[in-house]
């Protein structure tokens, strides 16, 4: 998927991927453009369709978008999750931002069709440092286990203290909307220079065996060098939502992106699915000035099963050039071990 229209020219991010009952895929992403339905949206949820999961046909209109009149969803919905409910209806979870003195936080919507969505009212999860890149994993009880990503701050809190950590939680429902917190946390950040960011995105794949084991695909942003000039990210930029500024929203976006950072998608192993180790590089572009669709960054994945034990993973890739467009690899035996 790349960006080619008024709605996903500016850039396009964090995938979702659904096979449908019909044949064939639907792929959600996050995207922003020119036509966005309100001067400070900075993001919203669109579509494509497929028949082999590699050809995508984009689809009209905007499957979510940011709710000004609701605070904590007034500008931003990114990173779609979409499970099916017990009562053969769809929910997306998502992340969901509002002014940037206030801490991200995870909703939902539900749909029919996969075209039309509706808010759900209020909030599923939510924490002080703020929570993202929600992943959903049903469980064979017909529970489930929602996996994101928590942020943790120093004195000050959100607004003017020290991001000290990003790490993967979670909480786990019965009825998909009411939610009770784990205790710990799946993934820790802090293995290396390669995470110094935090981690974005966690999706856990299930042993096909009784005892087999299960796997964790996460993204990390490593931080920038020393020295950098490094400008606010625009979500973050406290001055600029409250002086109602009207800068473009993906450029400003993409230019704190392109500062130094790069990030990397890893896979972890568990026994149990609750304790992970032996992480290993899944995916790793060139590098600055390097050639290839990742070379600075891949993250934000979604994993679909295609046969074989084979699964394909559409991940956010953006190249030496600032360019951010959706991507895809393909590996075998993920959740029993092997080449990934």
């Given amino acids: 998927m790349e960006g080619g229209r008024d709605l996903d020219s500016g850039k396009v991010q964090a995938p979702c991927v659904v096979r449908l009952d019909s044949g064939g895929f639907r792929l959600f992403y996050t995207a922003v ?16 369709v497929s028949d082999d999961g590699l050809e995508f046909h984009v689809e009209p209109g905007i499957r979510l978008a940011p709710r000004p009149d609701v605070l904590h969803t007034s500008l931003r919905v990114l ?27 995870i909703c939902s919507a539900v749909s029919d069709d996969l075209l039309h969505w509706e808010h759900e009212e209020g909030i599923r999860l939510q924490s002080p440092g703020g929570l993202g890149g929600p992943r959903f994993l049903g469980l064979p009880d017909g529970s489930g286990r929602l996996y994101c990503c928590n942020a943790e701050f120093g004195a000050g809190g959100l607004l003017s203290g020290e991001r000290l950590s990003k790490n993967v939680v979670s909480a786990v429902t019965d009825d998909g909307l009411h939610f009770e917190w784990e205790p710990g946390c ?80 890893f896979v972890a192993r568990s026994p149990d699915g609750q304790d992970w180790d032996g992480t290993e590089l899944a995916v790793e572009g060139a590098g600055y000035g390097g050639e290839g669709i990742d070379a600075v960054h891949a993250e934000d994945m979604a994993l679909v099963e295609i046969g074989g034990g084979r699964y394909r993973m559409y991940y956010a890739a953006c190249d030496s050039c600032g360019r951010w467009r959706i991507a895809s690899a393909v590996a075998e035996r993920v959740a029993a071990g092997g080449e990934t």
Avoid at 33 to 48: E, H, I, N, T, V
Avoid at 80 to 98: H, I, K, M, N, Q
Avoid at 252 to 257: G, P
């Fill in 186 to 265: 799946r993934m820790r950040d802090g293995h290396g220079e390669h995470d110094e960011q935090g981690i974005t995105a966690a999706e856990v794949i299930p042993p096909s065996t009784v005892d087999g084991e299960w796997a964790m695909v996460f993204s990390t942003w490593q931080d920038a060098p020393a020295g950098s000039a490094v400008p606010v990210h625009p979500s973050e930029n406290v001055d600029a939502v409250e002086q109602g500024a009207s800068e473009d929203f993906a450029a400003a976006s993409i230019a704190a992106d392109m500062a130094g950072f790069r990030s990397r998608i």
């Fill in 79 to 105: 990173a779609p999750s979409v499970t099916r409910c017990a009562d053969g209806r769809w929910r997306l979870y998502f992340e969901s931002r509002g002014p940037a003195d206030r801490p991200t936080v």
């Fill in 33 to 48: 453009g020119p036509a966005k339905p309100f001067p400070d949206c900075q993001g919203y949820l669109l579509s494509a």
